[in-house]
């Protein structure tokens, strides 16, 4: 999904995006590219740098993933009135937030 929102991002820039460590986002990309989803490659100022692109393959997916993605944000509050909605969607940022910020949270 990070990729097609911006294609061609660095592995930094996914790790950042998703707040998961780096050898998972490795892993992931590393399956990915054997499906054929994901090509990635040297950055042309910087050869250290990887970027990570969409194959055909992998642009192809994009309505079935979007697909899933209304499938699940609707199964999620099926049973949930208008208010319990907003107060979940609260929640939930609050929690995305405490995920992609955790470097910064200080134990007490």
Known sequence: M????????????????????????SKSLGRMEEAGLVTRVPDET???VLRVH???KG???KSKIAAM???LERTTVANLDA???RWFISLATTVQRS???????TEA
């Open 59 to 61: 642009l192809a997916m």
């Open 2 to 25: 990070q990729l097609l929102d911006r294609d061609g991002q660095t592995q930094s820039e996914l790790l950042d995006s998703v707040g998961l460590d780096h050898s998972t986002v």
């Open 99 to 105: 995920l992609v910020n955790r470097d910064s949270v």
């Open 54 to 56: 969409l194959t055909r």
């Open 83 to 85: 208010s319990a909605i």
């Open 46 to 48: 910087d050869k250290r």
């Open 69 to 71: 993605w209304t499938t």
